[in-house]
């Protein structure tokens, strides 16, 4: 079983590892702390004390916040509930005409304004661009990972979380509010 440093695995982040070792990193089984030491690595890189449970993405986080499992960047920007797509709680910006558009892409790469939005969702709190999405007019923000994260926990880490829940997409129970 390969051990690699927690400072390999801090430049293999930050792209700064050599690639023979990077290579050697990928051809070796992954050694079992290697979630524990990544997670690690992202708690030391944030101001905030609230236990990071699972990485999202490079800015988002579901972290363990009194009693709740919520989305957090590493601004500080809370998102709420990670069970409802964070998306609905961020400032979007969209591109819809063919002038918006070409901003962005060239020429023929261009998708068709008629059809496509390009929709860019920024933190409220620090104002990084946290996702871009190219999808067809009117569909809803793509929910693009909701983990199972008791069960991660529980058969992957074999370590169950104290609080485990209900694991369901609570998006839609959102959506309908703003009819009201
Ligand atoms: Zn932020």
Redesign the pocket.
Known sequence: MAEFLKADIEKLMDGVLPWPSVQDMLKSPKDLDRFDKYVEIQQSRVAWDEKILLPLTP?LFIVASDGERIVK???G?EFGDYRINWKLFSLIHVRDDAKSIAEIYRGREAPDAGWTQVREYI?P??G?QLEVEAVPRGCPPDFEFLPDLDTFYREWLGRPLPDEGEFVDKTLDVITTWDE
Do not use: E, V
């Open positions: 800015a960047c590493r601004c920007h933190c709190g620090c990084s």
